[in-house]
């Protein structure tokens, strides 16, 4: 079981940069493919980016590409988000978990608190 631990977030401009780690305790966490997504206050929550287990393979929702970045360091057990070119619209809570890459959703059956970003206009 891949107990994740979001942290990173916070109060930035548009136009700015965060980067969000994701710390995934258990011991085979670093043999899955991982993703964050993230919920604003009234929507569902959305895929925003996946890595494969090996860092190979990254894919990105259409909204974030070319902007945000995903990458893991399997040997701290680590995802991070890297967001630069923030928008208010990337306002929302930021959750990691593993995820199907075929579908890109979420498999974890553990949700971390997640962190907040909020970019002001």
């Known amino acids: 079981q891949v107990q994740p631990v979001e942290s990173g977030g916070g109060l930035v401009q548009a136009g700015g940069s965060l980067r969000l780690p994701c710390a995934a305790s258990?011991?085979?966490?670093?043999?899955?493919?991982m993703g964050w997504f993230r919920q604003a206050p009234g929507k569902e929550r959305e895929f925003v980016a996946g890595?494969?287990?090996?860092?190979?393979?990254?894919y990105y929702a259409d909204s974030v590409k070319g902007r945000f970045t995903i990458s893991r360091d399997n040997a701290k057990n680590t995802v991070y988000l890297q967001m630069n070119s923030l928008k208010p619209e990337d306002t929302a809570a930021y959750y990691c978990?593993?995820?199907?890459?075929?579908?890109?959703?979420?498999?974890?059956?553990?949700w971390g608190q997640g962190t907040q970003v909020t970019v002001s206009s």
């Open positions: 890595i494969s287990w090996n860092g190979v393979n990254t």
């Open positions: 258990g011991r085979t966490s670093s043999i899955y493919a």
């Open positions: 978990n593993r995820v199907s890459l075929a579908t890109m959703t979420p498999i974890g059956g553990y």
